[in-house]
C-alpha cells in the first residue's frame, strides 16, 4: 500500500510560481516512477508531467513544457512540481500519482493505481 500526501497549493497571479510537493510512503520510493495529473472544474483529469524513478528522464503535456518541472527527491521520498509563469488555465486540483514498480513514464491515468488527495492551484487574472 502507499500513501500520497501533497502539498504547495494555494492561490497565485497569473505569471506567478508555486512549488507542489508530494510526500510518499508504504513501499520503497526509490523504486519506481511518478507522476502528476490536474483535473480542473467539469473537466477529465489530465497529465502534467511523470518522472522515472531514477529522476533521469522526464516527461511534459505540452502546455506546461518549459514552464513546469517535476523532480525527485529519493532521500526524503518526495517528488515535486516547480510551475512558473502560471497561467489561468492552470487553475485545477493537482493530484500526484504512482504506478505499480515495473511501470516506466506513463501520461495514462489508468496505469497509475495510487493516488494523493489533491491540492487546489488558483491562478487569478
Known amino acids: 500500500q502507499v500513501q500520497l500526501v501533497e502539498s504547495g497549493g494555494g492561490l497565485v497571479q497569473a505569471g506567478g510560481s508555486l512549488r507542489l510537493s508530494c510526500a510518499a510512503s508504504?513501499?520503497?520510493?526509490?523504486?519506481?516512477?511518478m507522476g502528476w495529473f490536474r483535473q480542473a472544474p467539469g473537466k477529465e483529469r489530465e497529465f502534467v508531467a511523470a518522472?522515472?524513478?531514477?529522476?533521469?528522464?522526464?516527461v511534459y503535456e505540452d502546455s506546461v513544457k518549459g514552464r513546469f518541472t517535476i523532480s525527485r527527491d529519493n532521500a526524503k521520498n518526495t517528488v515535486y512540481l516547480q510551475m512558473n509563469s502560471l497561467k489561468p488555465e492552470d487553475t485545477a486540483v493537482y493530484y500526484c500519482?504512482?504506478?505499480?514498480?515495473?511501470?516506466?513514464?506513463?501520461?495514462?491515468?489508468?496505469?497509475?493505481?495510487?493516488w494523493g488527495q489533491g491540492t487546489q492551484v488558483t491562478v487569478s487574472s
Open positions: 500519482a504512482a504506478p505499480p514498480v515495473g511501470i516506466g513514464l506513463s501520461s495514462y491515468a489508468y496505469e497509475y493505481d495510487y
Open positions: 508504504g513501499r520503497t520510493f526509490s523504486n519506481y516512477a
Open positions: 518522472i522515472s524513478w531514477s529522476g533521469g528522464n522526464t
